[in-house]
């Protein structure tokens, strides 16, 4: 039985998980009917509607092994089921923060304005710069898929004391997390060092053009702006999603307390909701596409209404 702050903080994560997957199909349907109306997909329509994908089965995933854990405390640890839990989770968060990093890179070299030949060079071939990313992607995702394996296959192995394998999990638990996630945090540099590089591109080019009131600057300063609240906001929201999982984990050796494991639920859970709905608000084109998408559904509904009211034998009859 949860206490009243358990089911407020469940109340409060289950809104989370709620409006997440709703921005996140909301993007995803957006590029898809974008996509089939214009016989072909943008580089940042792609981006898009795989981070908005892979962001649906993040929620999906954190939210299984939370209600697992939370209510079915003997079933989360049987074996099999945390090894196929870890797979999909290393697999999906993976592929979260590498479209992440992709899009910070992308919003880098388009907007982002330099003369050295370096960025030149790179502002030119972002097509190998893609691939380039594809292959750091299958090479994290080997390496980490080697080390669950190896972890999966340490626990297995109970030869020490109990007070004293306690004292060495909490320890290695937070070691075997960061260097599974090593890739991710690689990539999520990359994206801080792109913001990096966004901000100095800013300041270089309003300290250029202060004394021009033309709109070219406005536009200019604009993109800037738009571009660096989506890679800061997920700077920020992605290290509570990380802080949020490490609480989960943590919490591991401690499952009395249930309070402050909901409490990490609650914390990872922000990230994959909010940014959603900060990539949608900083779009003018996916706040029209989401428009589009949000009626058509509407439309649907109303449609499914009217054939449930008419009568089962006027079905199919000619007027």
Sequence with gaps: MLSAAEGVLLSIATAEVMLGLLGNSVITLANCMDWVKSKK?????????????????VIWVITLDACTKIFFPTMHWSGRLTESISYIWVTVNHLNVWFAASLSIFYCLKIANFSHHVFLWLKKRTERVFFVLVGYLLTSLLVSYSLVVKIMKDNKRKHINRTRQIYLEKRESIINYVSVNIGIISLFMVTLTACFFLIISLWRH?????????????????AHVKAMKVLISFLILFI??????LIEILCLFTPEN???FIFGFTVSSIYPCCHSFILIL???????ASVRVLRGLKCCEKGKDLRSMWP????GRKL
């Design 41 to 57: 997909l943008s580089k940042i329509g792609f981006l898009l509607t795989g981070l908005a994908t892979s962001r649906i089965f």
């Design 240 to 245: 509570l999603h990380f802080s949020g999982i």
């Design 206 to 222: 309003s300290r250029r053009m202060r004394s021009n009131v033309s709109g070219f600057r406005d536009l200019n300063t604009e």
């Design 312 to 315: 089962s034998g006027m079905i």
């Design 282 to 288: 900083t779009s003018s084109q996916l706040q029209r």
């Design 258 to 260: 249930k309070l402050l």
